[in-house]
């Protein structure tokens, strides 16, 4: 949650340039409104009433294990999927019966999608022409939604030609260039490499802010997630677990799942009493659903500190991590706890070295332990 | 990709004069029986299939010729326009049927056609009350014989793209159905249809059993009168079938290499 300057302007639209047309005729997005969404697969039922309320230009990530429901929610948007039950509404309109070429959506979808057999800018110009729009300002504004993407300079390739990014940021610009009312990523970036996919992840987003489109991602990598997103939905068994910020995510996670999906935690063992609990001889306040008795309390890698004979609990170093200016130290509790700690590079733990760690006194997430 | 297997020009060529050495024997030696006379060489026997004064002998054969020719197109229309189609329905939308569908598809290649014929003979009784007796009523009988061919060769172009997204693509860009189908699928399940048109052409062309005992007048059973009156006459117009073919195969391979040359120049 370091290299998250792109979300810390989240909500701030940004000046629009008049240097190109798709930038110039930005609107101010949809409003998307999902009521009741259930969706079942003969006997299986995939979603269970999801609500979702997403604002004009927003920008809500559904984050979740494989198999929650993410992407049949976003097909269900798209209308490339039929709801059994409820209603997706577009600026105030329900389009739940409306086929998926008359939606005015833009998609990228998670497997390669550009038309093999089109040039690049064929494939740009393929929704625009669908539109009726004349082959010449066709190709200019195809040509425009390539600069925006930075890949005007390969306008006349195969996408065969093209590396997975490549092909990645040209099904974008696909997607954008009919200025739709919602752009809907289906984990667009999963097929990528690491280094691809957190340039054009904070691309995806520069884009977004700029163009005020109303965009629906759906990730299963929750710092993908934290790092684009107004608000995440975090999802799991077909149901919407807690909706809110990022921050809101991290820091005040409403169970356990979320705070064990979002962001790194331990689990250690701790005694609730109501909206308080005692780990390691320290008590603590709770957030979010409290636990009685025997529990797990979840503590994230920045809470736990090294400490001096006398306090905390001791334990013995497995394994440390040079990440940069951080450093994130595994540890083994007496009691056969491992406990991920994070601390200053400088300070360097030897793997076998002895060490006392205790928790900050700060707000933690339980469950009842198993 | 030139890799490890790839074999010398040498042994390449090698390959290709002793193949090409082993097919062209029967052609080259059919081509000397119809030049072969005992007083050396003439041309005489073809051109006598162009002359006016014997046309009437000759008419059965381009009368089969002309109805065969018509009955190509009318196959290979029911391929492309009917059965790619159905094809690219069940992969999209029912795939649990794919097996059945393949099952079906390929049975008429178990079935010998004397058999066919059997259970052809009756339905041919109403064929000919409802569309008349015109020669290309037998393409619905050929649309059938030519299904396991023109499904391997569509099923393999379609296994070799991502039908699913591209046609979900198309859709969440605006396009309809027909121009998901036009403008997307059937562009690149180009060399597939070319396959399944040209493997149709070559099973209209060499039908016989069928077209014969439904009383048809087709190439093939045109030869068959003609070889009793005028052997050479067959083997001439065996050949020029022959010769069309391979015009047929090189079209379409050069059509086959333009498509390729898009998407690896």
């Keep these: 949650m370091t290299d998250t300057t792109t979300a810390t302007d989240a909500g701030r639209p ?27 697969y003969g006997a299986t039922r995939v979603l269970h009433g999801v609500d979702l309320d997403i604002a004009p ?31 997706v509404a577009f600026a105030g309109t329900d389009v739940s019966r409306v086929a998926t ?95 691809v996919r957190v340039q054009l992840r904070d691309e995806i987003r520069r884009i977004q802010l700029r163009l005020g489109t109303t965009t629906v991602f759906v990730t299963h990598d929750q710092e993908e997630a934290l790092a684009v997103s107004d608000r995440i939905a975090v999802m799991d068994a077909g149901r919407i677990e807690q909706i809110g910020t990022p921050e809101d995510l991290y820091l005040r996670p409403a169970s356990a799942r979320v705070a064990a999906f979002v962001g790194l935690s331990s689990a250690v063992a701790g005694v609730g009493a109501g909206n308080a609990v005692t780990v390691w001889g320290s008590v603590l306040p709770v957030q979010g659903e409290a636990a009685t008795g025997d529990v797990e309390v979840l503590v994230r890698p920045e809470n736990v500190r090294l400490v001096g004979e006398g306090q905390g609990v001791a334990a013995v170093v497995e394994e440390s991590t040079f990440l940069g200016s951080i450093r994130r130290t595994l540890v083994r509790t007496d009691d056969g706890t491992l406990v991920r700690l994070q601390h200053p590079a400088g300070e360097r733990l030897e793997f076998g070295q002895r060490v006392r760690i205790a928790l900050a006194p700060v707000p933690v997430t339980v469950r009842a332990a198993d | 990709m030139s890799g490890l297997l790839a074999p010398s020009r040498a042994t390449r060529w090698i390959i290709g004069i002793v193949v090409g050495g082993v097919f062209a024997v029967p052609f080259v030696a059919t081509v000397l029986y119809t030049i072969s006379s005992p007083d050396g060489w003439t041309l ?16 059965p054969v381009w009368t089969g010729l002309v109805n065969s020719l018509t009955l190509a197109l009318v196959t290979v229309a029911i391929v492309l326009f009917l059965f790619a189609p159905t094809m690219v329905l069940v992969s999209l939308r029912f795939p649990r049927l794919r097996r059945a569908f393949e099952f079906l598809a390929l049975l008429p290649i178990t079935i010998p056609a004397i058999v066919l014929v059997v259970g052809l003979a009756p339905i041919y009784l109403q064929i000919g009350r409802t569309f008349g007796t015109g020669a290309w009523t037998l393409a619905f009988a050929y649309g059938v014989l030519v299904l396991p061919f023109a499904y391997r060769s569509i099923q393999a172009s379609i296994d070799a793209i991502d039908l699913r997204t591209l046609s979900e693509a198309a859709r969440t860009l605006g396009a309809g159905w027909p121009s998901v189908l036009l403008r997307v699928i059937a562009p690149n399940l180009r060399q ?27 190439l093939q059973t045109g030869l068959v009168v003609i070889n009793k009156q005028d052997a050479w006459a067959s083997a001439i117009f065996t050949l020029l079938a022959l010769a069309f073919a391979f015009l047929l195969l090189l079209i379409i391979g050069r059509a086959g290499r333009v498509g390729a040359g898009r998407k690896n120049p």
């Design chain 1, 14 to 40: 940004l000046p629009r340039t008049a240097d190109n047309a798709l930038l110039a005729g930005a609107g101010e997005g949809t409003r998307v409104e999902l009521r009741g969404i259930v969706k079942d």
């Design chain 1, 57 to 87: 230009g927003e920008f809500v990530s559904l984050l979740g294990p494989s198999g929650c429901g993410k992407t049949t929610a976003l097909r269900v948007i798209s209308g490339l999927e039929r709801a059994t039950a409820g209603s």
């Design chain 1, 101 to 195: 070429n008359k939606r005015d959506i833009g998609m990228v979808f998670q497997a390669y999608s550009l038309f093999p057999h089109l040039r690049v800018i064929e494939n740009v110009a393929f929704g625009l022409r669908r539109r009726r729009v004349d082959a010449a300002s066709a190709r200019r504004r195809s040509g425009e939604a390539l600069d925006l993407v930075g890949l005007g300079h390969l306008a006349d390739r195969y996408p065969h030609q093209l590396s997975g990014g490549q092909q990645q940021r040209v099904a974008l610009a696909r997607a954008l260039v009919t200025e739709p009312r919602v752009l809907l990523l289906d984990e667009p970036l999963s097929a990528l490499d690491a280094k």
């Design chain 2, 44 to 59: 005489s026997r073809w051109a006598a299939l162009f002359d006016p004064e014997l046309a009437a002998k000759y008419r």
């Design chain 2, 192 to 218: 597939g249809l070319l396959a399944a048109s040209l493997i149709s052409v070559a099973v209209v062309l060499g039908e016989f059993t069928i077209a014969s005992l439904l009383n048809r007048q087709v």
